[in-house]
T-cell receptor, first 114, second 117 residues
Framework: AQSVAQPEDQVNVAEGNPLTVKCTYS??????LFWYVQYPNRGLQFLLKYITGDNLVKGSYGFEAEFNKSQTSFHLKKPSALVSDSALYFC????????????FGQGTELSVKP | ETGVTQTPRHLVMGMTNKKSLKCEQHLGHNAMYWYKQSAKKPLELMFV???????ENNSVPSRFSPECPNSSHLFLHLHTLQPEDSALYLC????????????????FGPGTRLTVL
């Protein structure tokens, strides 16, 4: 069965420090990988995606993610965290010819303190 | 209005009520989705409509009934719900070009917070 795991329910970071939110996946076939962010009382917002090509993907608000096929990971990173980055982050995967069906991880709550 | 809108934003209903959730997308997309978001659980895909045809029904109980009258509107009709159906219901849309729907990002509405008493 296809699945996505976000091993940390919560990540705490001091403002200005680098942040990493982890994601691993288990799928049969080549995955398309996504990161979304959800602010309180809001829907999910797209941050970035990996389809093919360069393993390092850059997205909105200074976020980037690295696709690692051997480790089946797609960790989200940012060099310098902002308090406004505090939110719920979701990793998701879809597969070729699956009609856009996204499989989500359970989410990671990111808290950035001043 | 821009993006994806959902109404109502909050809904409280009894188990014997009938209500409907509405979603409208202003992005010119041709695929729409319903998701259920419960606390501490991954988002669950409920239904997918592509070009106004239902292409996915993810083992959802029949007390949830979707309707897609056109590519801009999506409804979720609710009847005889259970307290465990209380959750945030999210609507999303994306643009499908053949198989590119697989990797086109989805745009989400703000959700309807549903409480079943």
């Amino acid at each position: 069965a296809q699945s996505v795991a976000q091993p940390e329910d919560q990540v705490n970071v001091a403002e200005g420090n680098p942040l990493t939110v982890k994601c691993t996946y288990s799928v049969s076939g080549n995955p398309y990988l996504f990161w979304y962010v959800q602010y309180p009382n809001r829907g999910l917002q797209f941050l970035l995606k990996y389809i093919t090509g360069d393993n390092l993907v850059k997205g909105s608000y200074g976020f980037e993610a690295e696709f690692n096929k051997s480790q089946t990971s797609f960790h989200l990173k940012k060099p310098s965290a902002l308090v406004s980055d505090s939110a719920l982050y979701f990793c998701a995967v879809s597969l070729y010819n699956q009609g856009g069906k996204l499989i989500f991880g359970q989410g990671t709550e990111l808290s950035v303190k001043p | 209005e821009t993006g994806v809108t959902q109404t109502p934003r909050h809904l409280v209903m009894g188990m014997t009520n009938k209500k409907s959730l509405k979603c409208e997308q202003h992005l010119g997309h041709n695929a729409m989705y319903w998701y259920k978001q419960s606390a501490k659980k991954p988002l669950e895909l409920m239904f997918v409509y592509s070009l106004e045809e239902r292409v996915e029904n993810n083992s959802v109980p029949s007390r949830f009934s979707p309707e897609c009258p056109n590519s801009s509107h999506l409804f979720l009709h609710l009847h005889t719900l259970q307290p465990e159906d209380s959750a945030l219901y999210l609507c999303a849309s994306s643009q499908e070009h053949g198989r590119t729907v697989d990797y086109n990002e989805q745009f989400f509405g703000p959700g309807t917070r549903l409480t079943v008493l």
